[in-house]
């Protein structure tokens, strides 16, 4: 593993697939020209609509969005996540995947969301991702890049589930994707606190793209995409508006957190 930039991209995806990959392009086009070598996307950067046209659009928007993870990463030599978008299982249901792809445009692993959001929330919305989602019934694994570190995957309401990552530091992992499309009403509370604990915990660091703004009428995303380090430092910020959070990943860093805070070590019970 060597010192790198990474990168987390900030979207305001709609329900238009070619509006989306557009933004996401110019995203990634800035990235690239500040040095950011691991790219993220955030989850539904693809398409950001009613449940239903994501289930029968859904075939559709999983060619297009794999198309454009792979030629996307080989156009800028980049590894590139692809936060979330939907994988057909069936004419009603559909797996909520994350993509990385490396350099050359090959994949290098895949993740299929685990955990549902299935809320009703005290603002009035209520979500329920199992109406059209199929959870995924696997642990993500962690891809070992000899020069970005191991990185380990999850997506979005994950992050509420510490038993997740924890499996991923326990097998390695130096560097934890969350992308998501937090909502802004729990967002304001939760979104930070509960990234900054996940890379504490695990001494790992963490990037965390995300959707933010207005996606409908009843869609409003939290924002504010992030790089933490292994100690809990926010490192990059991208605030409200569509954009991207810069930072370094330092090895040395890294290190010196497990030195001087192994808990990891000091688990009583694995």
């Known amino acids: 593993m060597r010192s790198y930039l990474a990168a987390a991209i900030q979207m305001t995806s709609l329900p238009?697939?070619?509006?989306?990959?557009?933004?996401?392009?110019?995203?990634i086009d800035l990235?690239?020209?500040q040095g950011a070598e691991l790219i993220s996307l955030p989850e539904n950067f693809s398409f950001m609509g009613e449940d239903k046209e994501r289930v029968a659009k859904a075939a559709m928007l999983a060619e297009s969005s794999q198309k454009f993870l792979k030629t996307i990463a080989q156009r800028y030599q980049v590894t590139l996540l692809g936060g979330g978008f939907p994988v057909p299982?069936?004419?009603?249901?559909?797996?909520?995947?994350?993509l990385l792809i490396g350099p050359d445009g090959n994949e290098l692993t895949r993740y299929q969301k685990v955990h549902l959001f299935d809320v009703d929330l005290p603002d009035g919305n209520t979500y329920r991702e199992s109406a059209t989602a199929l959870a995924g019934t696997k642990l993500p694994t962690v891809y070992p890049s000899e020069d970005l570190g191991n990185l380990g995957l999850s997506i979005c309401y994950d992050v509420r589930f510490p038993e997740?990552?924890?499996?991923?530091?326990?097998?390695?992992a130096d560097v934890l994707f969350v992308p998501a499309a937090f909502t802004a009403y729990t967002g304001k509370d939760h979104w930070q606190v509960l990234l900054q604990a996940r890379a504490i915990e695990n001494t790992c660091y963490l990037i965390a793209p995300a959707q933010t703004g207005f996606h409908s009428a009843r869609r409003q995303t939290n924002g504010h995409a992030m790089?933490?380090?292994?100690?809990?430092?926010?490192?990059?910020?991208?605030?409200?508006?569509?954009?991207?959070?810069?930072?370094?990943i330092e090895p040395a860093r890294l290190s010196q957190v497990r030195r001087q805070m192994p808990s990891l070590k000091h688990r009583a019970f694995v």
């Open 227 to 248: 790089i933490i380090d292994p100690w809990g430092l926010v490192l990059a910020d991208a605030g409200t508006e569509p954009g991207v959070a810069i930072a370094a």
């Open 89 to 98: 299982v069936s004419e009603t249901q559909v797996h909520n995947v994350a």
């Open 164 to 172: 997740l990552y924890r499996h991923l530091s326990a097998t390695g």
């Open 16 to 27: 238009d697939l070619d509006h989306n990959l557009a933004q996401a392009e110019e995203l």
């Open 31 to 33: 990235a690239v020209r």
